[in-house]
Every structure is written in structure tokens, then in C-alpha cells.
């Protein structure tokens, strides 16, 4: 079964340290990983995806993930923190196959707090 | 281009009484799915939808009806409210079903059902 587990409920860190949001996976066949960010009282919004090739993918905001095949992890990262980051972060598995194509399976969400 | 557009963004229903949550989407997607986001559980799958006149099941599906007679348009239904419904309801809509293809989401519904 396609799975993705967060294993932080939150994420704390101060302005301008690097942050990074744990994300690991377990999938049948190739994962297509993707992370969602969602802002108090909206809807979720796509930052990037993993398919295939170059295992750091560069998505919005600077925001990047790196995708590591022997460890089954996709970790967000970014460099330095702002406090507009904070927010909820979804990790998500795409199914690709039969019947279910398309479906995504979501973590539980990590909430980041950036402090100034 | 307005992408995902839900309504109503709010409702507050009493238990047995029924509703529809209206999605539009002008993107020309063919894929358009309900999700349920409660609080520590991520976002749930409801129902499906791979094409116009299409529906499909998804992970909790028991207690709603879906229907996409319009392309643009998923409707979720409600027949008989139950407090264990109460929650934050997103429609996403993505090109395909492909591996490539993001889903893009609308900005909720939050239900309280009393």
C-alpha cells in the first residue's frame, strides 16, 4: 500500500536557521512524492514534486526536497527560514496504478513555526 | 482564471438534515476528487471523479454521494448530517491522473453538524 509518514506534529525554528520537515514514504513500484503547504483558513498549495531524476528538487518560495531512494525519505528543506513560512506541510504519495491512478495519499501534517 | 471555487465556504447543520457542497473548476481537468481534513489526520479521500458522468469511491466514502454531470462541476452530498461529519472539506482537480500532474485545491468548506 502507498503510504506517507510525518513523524513530526511540529517544527520549530528562529528566523534565518535552515528548516527542514521530515517526510518518508512507502510506496509499490516508483514514488512520485509531492509537498503541499496550507495557510491558516485556506486551501492547500502545491511547492514541488519528485517524478524522477536529480534527487534535490527546487520548488516555490526557495523551498527544495531531497529525495533519497535508500533512506525512503523526501525531507523539505529551505536554507533560511522566515516567519511567513509558518504553516501546516503535507508530504504526499501519488498512486499511479489501476484503478486508483491518480489518488494521493497525504501525512498527517507538520505544522512549522518560525519565531522572529 | 479562478482555478477551484467551493461553496459555501461555511455551513452549520443540524443532525439528519442534508446538503450539497458545489466545486467548480476551470482548468478543463478531467480528475477531480473530495477530500475531509481533520485535525492530526491529514487529508482523507471521499470520492473521485476520472472524467465527466464518472464518480468513484475513495478511503471514506460512507455517508456522501458525489455526482459530476458537468465537467467543471463535482458536487458532494450529504444525505442525513451526523456530527461525525463535522469537518474542513477541500475539492482539488488535477489534468490527469498521471504521476506528473499536481493537484490543485480549493479553499474549503468547514461543516459543523450540531
Known amino acids: 500500500a502507498q503510504s506517507v509518514a510525518q513523524p513530526e506534529d511540529q517544527v520549530n525554528v528562529a528566523e534565518g536557521n535552515p528548516l527542514t520537515v521530515k517526510c518518508t514514504y512507502s510506496v509499490s513500484g516508483n514514488p512520485y512524492l509531492f509537498w503541499y503547504v496550507q495557510y491558516p483558513n485556506r486551501g492547500l498549495q502545491f511547492l514541488l514534486k519528485?517524478?524522477?531524476?536529480?534527487?534535490l528538487v527546487k520548488g516555490s518560495y526557495g523551498f527544495e526536497a531531497e529525495f533519497n531512494k535508500s533512506q525512503t525519505s523526501f525531507h523539505l528543506k529551505k536554507p533560511s527560514a522566515l516567519v511567513s513560512d509558518s504553516a501546516l506541510y503535507f508530504c504526499a504519495v501519488r498512486d499511479v496504478r489501476g484503478s486508483t491512478l491518480g489518488r494521493l495519499y497525504f501525512g498527517r501534517g507538520t505544522q512549522l513555526t518560525v519565531w522572529p | 482564471n479562478a482555478g477551484v471555487t467551493q461553496t459555501p465556504k461555511f455551513r452549520v447543520l443540524k443532525t439528519g438534515q442534508s446538503m450539497t457542497l458545489l466545486c467548480a473548476q476551470d482548468m478543463n481537468h478531467e480528475y477531480m476528487y473530495w477530500y475531509r481534513q481533520d485535525p492530526g489526520m491529514g487529508l482523507r479521500l471521499i470520492h473521485y471523479s476520472v472524467g465527466e458522468g464518472t464518480t468513484a469511491k475513495g478511503e471514506v466514502p460512507d455517508g456522501y454521494n458525489v455526482s459530476r454531470l458537468k465537467k467543471q462541476n463535482f458536487l458532494l452530498g450529504l444525505e442525513s448530517a451526523a456530527p461525525s461529519q463535522t469537518s474542513v472539506y477541500f475539492c482539488?482537480?488535477?489534468?490527469?491522473?498521471?504521476?506528473?500532474?499536481?493537484?490543485?485545491f480549493g479553499p474549503g468548506t468547514r461543516l459543523t453538524v450540531l
Open positions: 519528485y517524478i524522477t531524476g536529480d534527487n
Open positions: 482539488a482537480s488535477s489534468e490527469t491522473g498521471l504521476k506528473y500532474n499536481e493537484q490543485f
